[in-house]
């Protein structure tokens, strides 16, 4: 009998991931090893040699990991239901014209939920990951069940606190994040201390596991070979007066922020400020034109507060490298109006938004549409938006 019970490790091949599984092994966890199959690349029909979590390579190492540490490993096919769920959002933003963020899906909505269903079926209490943050129980006399908060993790650098705002409340109370109080540097050198110099060489992969190219054009010309006849031809057309700059080739093709790639010369940088889906339209301005003084929020998860009572002062995220701006965020039925204290740049719509109390994590969202306070923005203009496609078809393993 283990000392602290058994325990299913999500390992996909990568130091940080086997370094957690060792972390667990050696502390006395029965360590139960799973290692998720989520995409071919060959079936996207891309030329780059399949890397990242997916691969052979990585199984492998996953493998190996478990069999130098006699704990079990197992490999999880769930490419059935990736396809499904992930790779559908993945088009179906683009299609409206937003930005999507795959990983923070996969990650909270598909690799969670087949890993706890798993964890159940093994008899294991609990999940871990290799991610770089932290979980606390805080309990109080208002509610005694209390709640599980999501903090950053010590290493700023390697902090993954945004991709997991999506996880719940239930998930939370099941799942350990070994790493969150060490750095990278510790990680490596823990790793070369024990032998496992395969992994502390190993090359990084940031790239989404689908896309290793990073043209996530060519992808999605490749899943829908009909998208580029039926939406090219629409025009590039200017901040404030609407001016025609010339024909793009599609608006799916774009995203805001965007300055290389336009096709086009015009005597200075051009930056895409907006996309506008039901004329086909793609909006050019200049730097100043990319800043924003707010957004609203949907599809919310909130895990710090079970709701946000009255105006509350964060640091809100806007994508996973931003460092965050102080905004005041207010709760309106189901979704958050954000109120930055200085404009922010490139909001795009589709992207997650993160809200910070210190280190801790608020809760999150989907970015619905930004705003300038020069616009008069009020909240009954969401009736005419159509909200994130981010509902999950539930993994069953």
């Not at 963020?101 to 209490?125: F, G, Q």
Request: charged fraction near 25%.
């Amino acid at each position: 009998m283990s000392k602290h019970g058994r325990i299913l490790v999500a390992m996909s091949g990568g130091i940080d991931s086997s370094l957690a599984a060792v972390m667990l092994h050696e502390e006395g966890y029965e360590v139960i090893g799973m290692t998720m199959k989520t995409w071919d690349y060959a079936s996207s029909g891309g030329t780059k040699k399949e890397t990242g979590c997916c691969s052979l390579d990585s199984i492998n190492d996953a493998r190996n990991i478990a069999v130098n540490l006699g704990f079990p490993h197992y490999i999880l096919d769930i490419r059935e239901e990736f396809g499904d769920a992930v790779i559908d959002y993945f088009t179906g933003e683009y299609i409206e014209g937003r930005t999507p963020n795959p990983c923070v899906m996969c990650n909270t909505h598909i690799k969670w939920d087949a890993l706890l269903r798993r964890a159940d079926r093994l008899d294991c209490e609990s999940i871990a990951t290799g991610h770089y943050a932290h979980i606390r129980h805080e309990t109080n006399g208002a509610d005694p069940a209390g709640r599980y908060v999501l903090s950053k993790g010590i290493d700023t650098l390697k902090d993954q606190s945004y991709v997991l705002w999506g996880v719940s409340q239930e998930s939370l109370s099941r799942t350990k994040l070994p790493l969150g109080h060490l750095r990278k540097s510790d990680i490596r050198d823990m790793a070369t201390e024990r032998g496992f110099m395969e992994l502390v060489t190993k090359s990084e992969s940031y790239e989404i596991c689908f896309v290793p190219d990073n043209d996530y054009r060519g992808f999605l010309k490749r899943r829908m070979p009909s998208l580029e006849s039926d939406v090219a031809g629409g025009n590039f057309i200017m901040e404030g007066t609407g001016k025609v700059m010339g024909q793009h080739q599609g608006y799916p093709f774009y995203t805001i922020g965007q300055r290389k790639g336009l096709g086009m010369a015009f005597g200075q940088p051009m930056f895409v400020t907006e996309i506008r889906k039901d004329t086909n339209e793609v909006v050019l301005g200049l730097d100043k034109d990319l800043y924003r003084d707010g957004m609203v929020v949907s599809k919310l998860n909130l895990q710090k507060y079970d709701a946000i009572n009255g105006p509350l002062e964060t640091v809100t995220k806007v994508r996973y490298k931003d460092p965050g701006t102080p905004a005041t965020i207010t709760q309106l039925g189901d979704k958050i109006e954000v109120l930055f204290k200085e404009g922010v740049s490139a909001i795009a719509p589709g992207q997650a938004a993160v809200f910070y109390e210190g280190d801790d994590v608020i809760g999150g969202g989907w970015i619905m549409k930004s705003f300038r306070q020069s616009d008069n923005w009020q909240n009954d203009d969401l009736a005419v938006h159509t909200e994130p496609q981010s509902t999950i078809i539930p993994v069953t393993v």
